[in-house]
């Protein structure tokens, strides 16, 4: 299995940026898709990017696309989450998951490991 831990996350005003960072240890990471997730008070978590196994292939959530940018560096088990142009609606716990998938992940479900999470609070 893998280990994944965020970093990064804090507060913002809008219109600012942000990165935020989740490094793995244990199996392989090239193994493994990753996803990043946030989950606001009140809501249910809600998938924000995804990156496949050697990073060839993104997808991201209509909200964050043109804004966000995931990326990984297998060399150092890494998979980053890049925000730009921060909003209000944008804050939340921000989760790094890893799955043993080849699909598209856009769903809890699809992953099997998953971090404590990072607050990121987006001022207006």
């Known amino acids: 299995q893998v280990q994944v831990v965020e970093s990064g996350g804090g507060l913002v005003q809008a219109g600012g940026s942000l990165r935020v960072s989740c490094a793995a240890s244990?199996?392989?990471?090239?193994?493994?898709?990753m996803g990043w997730f946030r989950q606001a008070p009140g809501k249910e978590r809600e998938f924000v990017a995804r990156?496949?196994?050697?990073?060839?292939?993104?997808n991201y959530a209509d909200s964050v696309k043109g804004r966000f940018t995931i990326s990984r560096d297998n060399a150092v088990d890494t998979v980053y989450l890049q925000m730009n142009s921060l909003k209000p609606e944008d804050t939340g716990v921000y989760y790094c998951?890893?799955?043993?998938?080849?699909?598209?992940?856009?769903?809890?479900?699809?992953?099997?490991?998953w971090g404590q999470g990072t607050q990121v609070t987006v001022s207006s």
């Open positions: 244990g199996r392989t990471f090239t193994y493994y898709a």
């Open positions: 998951a890893a799955g043993q998938i080849a699909r598209v992940g856009v769903t809890p479900s699809d992953y099997d490991y």
């Open positions: 990156i496949n196994r050697n990073g060839g292939s993104t």
